[in-house]
């Protein structure tokens, strides 16, 4: 049997990825699915332009408000498993990537993004559900707010400083999302442009790294997904440390593409690995040709939702030359 869940921030199924898909049946009782959409146009918002827009995102984000987010921890050693680690490697990979938080709908939560080398030197990779949504019932799209990026965030600590989002690059396509078709999922891919930290430093020099970006990389090849998961799907790992959103997490194994079914119609090229990441992970990179000794691979895609055919995938878009590069090219330049 294959389903589908979400373990980001769809709100398909919630924060958590508890709620059940929904489905709109017609008279006839068979599913109306609208057409493949064609790569549309860019969609960009400002987050926080002014000076005073960034220091209230900057205010708004209190420590006791981010420890907030954090799930209780059980005080138990953690699991190195392939399908879901920490990560303890002090390199690239562990300054690039951070935590992104921002306000959806009014409620506050986390994804994860990832520092890449771009011409402005301040733009992250992440899913576009992290920088736009829907509500429950797929209606009232709305930009998330109050979106500050955290690089190498480690229990409640910002060892680079803290990076107010100044603009939000996605799909106008993803716009249409209703959260119930499986076809917008091609384009749950998105870019936040940052403000210099407090320092006056741009992101990329305040990590002193980046990762590469990657168009059109075939998707069956050996992965490492990397993200602040705050939940798992694997029960006897629930409360770790890297799963209550206070580390960095990370799987590694081949990717599989997840198959469309009558039941669930999925675009192509929607890649992952074995991986029990949940909630928080969403917008993490899904590296090729990743080395483990300096931390730097290519980022070819970003963590969207959950594929379970047997076992659990972390899956999602694998970033092309068609959506993917309009994006990074407006936000690099923005």
Known sequence: MTSRTTFGLRKRVGVAGAVAALVTPTLAGIVQLPATAKPGPVAIHGVAVTAAERQAVLAYWTPQRIAD?????????????????????ADAVSRTVGRLFFTDHGEDTSCTATVLDSANRSTVVTAAHCVNNTDLIGEDNQWSRNVLFIPGYRDGR???GRFVGRLSVAPSTWLLNDQIESLYDSYDQAFVVLHPNSAGRRVQDAVGAAQRIGYDVPGARMVHQFGYPRSSSDETREGLPEYIGERLAFCVGPAVEQQSTEEWPEPPGQWGTACVMGGGSSGGPRFANFDRHTGLGTVVGDNSHGYLPRKRYLVGPQFSTAITRPLFERAQHS
């Open 158 to 160: 910002a060892p680079y």
């Open 69 to 89: 987010l954090k799930t209780p921890s059980a005080q138990v050693r953690p699991v190195a498993k392939p399908d879901g680690a920490p990560w303890t490697g």
